[in-house]
Every structure is written in structure tokens, then in C-alpha cells.
């Protein structure tokens, strides 16, 4: 038993840099949580379902092992309460590998989009997530006024991928498909590069508030706008090097939607265009 005890934590010394954080094993069998806080810093790893708003508080960190699947199911008996999610104000990092993704999913056996709510994330020092996967989410990612990076992950089959405000946020290398929105911000000047945002309804849709945001290198081929103008963005959206489906002028344009649909709003520029769609990142 002392072995065993001895093993785990040099296990989680090797996961967690050797900080003191406690373990939730879900590897053996399904740990479940309901609505509750989280008081200390914490390790998730295995399968851990989470029923209700399970909340980190500033000055905790929750890590969450390459391999581990976080199931969100709604079937609490308080009718009022939001769906099922994470709120982080403090840090989340989600660290998943290429061959072992952290899967964010609904516990549900057949899920469709917004079978769960969200992880909000809001005031955040820091958070990051890598190789995970989001799907049948009402948005993937809530980021308000927090700094974070979101680098290989994949977003689909849910209302929303990701939506944000403030910053910085950082999305790179990233799958984003099959959603109503790919993502939607306001007031916030992210990078967003070497992305594959393709197959929603809209890709990119900015809000308002935005003036100097960096949105290059990237696929954008989806079904009604690649890129979408709020009524309150005033400002000009410069997007180059990106491949929009096609290098015909007028196709491009059918797909975007600013001062040439609204002349009270901010135009987009694309020049200059890839010429094809980028196969790797």
C-alpha cells in the first residue's frame, strides 16, 4: 500500500511540477460530481462526470490529464440551474496529448449540440488547453477578460465553438467545424491563425469593438458567412494569407458580410489571398 502511495505521488509530481494537488482518480471507475467548488488545487484524470457548475475559484488550479474524458449530464432535479459546465476564475489547464486528447463531451448516449452548457472562463491570470476535444456544447469556451491559449483542439457539433471578450487570447492550430458559430467576440484583439475553421453556419463572427485583431493563415469555407461584421463593428477587419474556398473575387465576397452589405459597419480586407487550402500547419 505505502508502494503504491509513494508511486502516485511521484506521478503526480511529474504532472503537476511537484506542487501538492489533490488527485480525483477516475481512471478505474467514473468519479461524479455535482454542483460544488473546488477549494484546493486538483489533478482530474480518467473519466469524471460532472452534473451541475462545478466552480475553481481564483488562487486554485485544476490540471486535467492527457487520456481523461470530462462528461457533462443535465439530470439534476433543479429545474432553474444552468446546464451542466465549468466556471474558472481561477486557472484551468487542460494539456491533453496528440494521441491522448482530454475529451469535453455530454454523457448523454445520443448528444446533439447544446446537450451541455459551457467552460466559462473569467478572470483568469492564465489557462490553457491543448489537444482537447469539444463537442455537443452550447459554446466550447467562454472567455471573459482572462489570458489564454488555445492550441490544437478540436470545436464541433455544438452551438457555438468558442465566444470571448477581452484577452489576450491566443487560438492557433486548431479544427473548428460543424458548429452554428465557429467562434464570436467583441471588444478583444485575438490571434487567430493556422486554424481550419470549416463546415459551420458562420466562421468568425465579430461582434463589436474590435480594430486590430490578427486572423491569417487560415482555412475558412463554411456554409453562410466566412467572416460576419456585428451591427456595432464600425472598425475595418484586415485578414490576409488566409484561403476563403476559392481565389474568385466574388465568390469571396458572397461570403463575407460588412460595409458592401451594411454601410454602417467596418469593411473587411482579405488581400492578399492563399492560393490554395493550407494541408498542415
Not at 30 to 55: A, C, K, Q
Not at 197 to 207: A, E, K, P, Y
Not at 235 to 260: A, M, R, V
Request: hydrophobic fraction near 35%; include cysteine.
Amino acid at each position: 500500500m505505502m508502494r503504491n502511495k509513494i508511486i502516485l505521488l511521484v506521478c503526480v509530481c511529474l504532472l503537476t511540477g511537484c506542487a501538492a494537488y489533490h488527485v480525483l482518480d477516475g481512471i478505474d471507475q467514473p468519479v461524479r460530481l455535482y454542483n460544488s467548488t473546488i477549494y484546493e488545487n486538483t489533478l482530474w484524470r480518467g473519466d469524471i462526470i460532472v452534473n451541475g457548475i462545478v466552480t475553481v475559484p481564483a488562487g486554485v488550479t485544476l490540471k486535467i490529464a492527457s487520456g481523461s474524458r470530462v462528461l457533462f449530464t443535465n439530470d439534476t432535479d433543479d429545474k432553474k440551474s444552468k446546464k451542466s459546465g465549468l466556471y474558472v476564475n481561477g486557472q484551468i489547464l487542460a494539456l491533453g496529448k496528440k494521441d491522448k486528447p482530454i475529451i469535453f463531451t455530454s454523457a448523454l448516449t445520443s448528444p446533439v449540440a447544446s446537450s451541455w452548457g459551457e467552460i466559462e472562463v473569467e478572470y483568469s491570470p492564465y489557462s490553457k488547453f491543448e489537444f482537447c476535444r469539444f463537442k455537443y456544447a452550447d459554446w466550447g469556451l467562454h472567455l471573459h477578460f482572462s489570458a489564454v491559449e488555445v492550441d490544437n483542439c478540436t470545436f464541433e457539433n455544438s452551438t457555438g465553438g468558442l465566444r470571448f471578450r477581452s484577452g489576450p487570447i491566443s487560438i492557433t492550430h486548431n479544427i473548428i467545424k460543424n458548429n452554428k458559430i465557429g467562434m464570436r467576440f467583441i471588444y478583444s484583439q485575438p490571434i487567430v491563425k493556422y486554424n481550419d475553421i470549416s463546415g459551420n453556419l458562420t466562421g468568425i463572427f465579430i461582434r463589436e469593438g474590435a480594430r486590430h485583431p490578427d486572423i491569417s493563415y487560415n482555412n475558412l469555407n463554411n456554409r453562410h458567412y466566412n467572416i460576419q461584421l456585428g451591427e456595432a463593428q464600425e472598425y475595418d477587419i484586415t485578414c490576409p494569407h488566409n484561403w476563403w474556398g476559392s481565389t474568385d473575387i466574388k465568390i469571396i465576397e458572397k461570403y463575407l458580410f460588412d460595409k458592401q452589405d451594411a454601410d454602417y459597419i467596418g469593411r473587411i480586407f482579405y488581400d492578399p489571398i492563399a492560393k490554395g487550402k493550407y494541408l498542415s500547419f
